[in-house]
Structures are given as structure tokens and as C-alpha cells.
């Protein structure tokens, strides 16, 4: 069973930088992709990017300009760092696996969610 | 990118009744890229169906989902009151995005 967790700070201040953290346990960290996923106050879910195996990544259009996602093979683990960020970025920001049956995609593992607020 | 419209925004029904929800998407999706998801409160969303019409592990065969191009449906029958939560659909087949989501209510 594949666990995702995420960690780091819950409060960032205006115009900072947010850095989160996952951790992947129970499953193969060299097959699919790894996924950011946001859901805002108001329960909009926004897709962030994901991060492969080998570093290749792909970036919500929208956010592009101010992400950069990274992985740390060795330790199973994937990082987000979102530049610049306002009251905007404040969400519940989730890791998640985007798997595939075939050439079906899906994400069918998430992290339990952790709040991230913008104040300062 | 592919905007996904969900209605109703909310659902209102009885034990035993059976919802219907709706996702329009601005331009044809392929199925294999179609997934919806449920979410109850104060947890992650789960998967529910891919490929626009496979149930994923462990999902009760009270789910039923259909669709193709622009017009994709999820049918719960049988209401119970544990299927209360919002529900979400999703594409990746231009850029990802997710629909606003659709509330059910089973009381």
C-alpha cells in the first residue's frame, strides 16, 4: 500500500517562498508521476505539476512561472517550492501519485492534506 | 487548457434514491484521461472511476459512470447516507484540471 506524506511549514509570509515536502512509502518510487494538487478555501481543486523518477516535469501553465519540483530518489521523496507567493496561494496543498492502468491516468494516492497559509 | 463544468452544485436526496451528476467539458476529452473522485470532509480525495467508466478498487458497484467527447455522467444508486461527500471529475488529456465539484446530501 503506498502511503504519501506531506511536510513542512504551515505559514509562509507574503512574497516568500513555500516549500513543501513528500515522502513516499510502501511502493515503488520509480514508476509514475508525482503530483502537487491544491484545493482552495473555496473546495477548487487546482492541479500544480508533477515531477517523474527522473526529474522530468510538467507544470500547471498558470503557475509555471513560479514553480520549481524537484526528487530526491534516495530518500523517496518529492519537493514543491512555490516563488512569490500571496494570500492567494493559501490552500490545503496535497502530494498525490499520478499512476496509470494502461494508458489510463489517474491519481490514485493522495497525502492527507496539509494547510498551507499566506500571512504575514 | 479544458475547463470542466459540474452540475448540480449541490444534491439533496433520500436514502435509496439515486443521483445524477454531470460533467461538461469545453472540448472533447478522451476517455482514458476521464477520472471522477470523492471527497468527505476533513479527508483527500479518492478515486472513484478512471478511464471514464472503471470503478477503482473496493468502489461499490452502486457507481456507475458513462460519457464520451464533452458530456461525462456519475450515477449512484441506492443512496446510502455514507455516500454524503463532494464529488470531482477530471481530465488530463489538455494540460489537468478538475470541475468544481458537485455536493450530495443524503439525509
Known amino acids: 500500500q503506498v502511503q504519501l506524506q506531506e511536510s513542512g511549514p504551515g505559514l509562509v509570509k507574503p512574497s516568500e517562498t513555500l516549500s513543501l515536502t513528500c515522502t513516499v512509502s510502501?511502493?515503488?518510487?520509480?514508476?509514475?508521476?508525482w503530483s502537487w494538487i491544491r484545493q482552495t478555501p473555496g473546495r477548487r481543486l487546482e492541479w500544480i505539476g508533477h515531477?517523474?523518477?527522473?526529474?522530468?516535469?510538467n507544470y500547471n501553465p498558470s503557475l509555471k512561472s513560479r514553480i520549481a519540483m524537484s526528487v530526491d530518489t534516495s530518500n523517496n521523496q518529492f519537493s514543491l517550492n512555490l516563488r512569490s507567493v500571496t494570500v492567494a496561494d493559501t490552500a490545503v496543498y496535497y502530494c498525490?501519485?499520478?499512476?496509470?492502468?494502461?494508458?489510463?491516468?489517474?491519481?490514485?494516492?493522495w497525502g492527507q492534506g496539509m494547510l498551507v497559509t499566506v500571512s504575514s | 487548457e479544458t475547463v470542466l463544468t459540474q452540475s448540480p452544485g449541490t444534491l439533496s436526496l433520500s436514502p435509496g434514491e439515486t443521483a445524477a451528476l454531470s460533467c461538461r467539458a469545453s472540448?472533447?476529452?478522451?476517455?482514458?484521461?476521464f477520472a471522477w473522485y470523492q471527497q468527505k470532509p476533513g479527508q483527500a480525495p479518492r478515486l472513484l472511476i478512471y478511464?471514464?467508466?472503471n470503478r477503482a478498487t473496493g468502489i461499490p458497484d452502486r457507481f456507475i459512470a458513462s460519457g464520451s467527447g464533452t458530456n461525462f455522467t456519475l450515477t449512484i444508486g441506492g443512496l446510502e447516507p455514507e455516500d454524503s461527500a463532494l464529488y470531482y471529475c477530471?481530465?488530463?488529456?489538455?494540460?489537468?484540471?478538475f470541475g468544481g465539484g458537485t455536493k450530495v446530501e443524503v439525509k
Open positions: 498525490a501519485r499520478f499512476g496509470h492502468s494502461g494508458k489510463q491516468f489517474y491519481f490514485d494516492y
Open positions: 510502501g511502493g515503488s518510487f520509480g514508476t509514475d508521476y
Open positions: 515531477v517523474s523518477y527522473s526529474g522530468s516535469t
Open positions: 472540448q472533447s476529452v478522451v476517455s482514458n484521461y
Open positions: 478511464g471514464s467508466s
Open positions: 477530471q481530465q488530463s488529456g489538455s494540460s489537468l484540471t
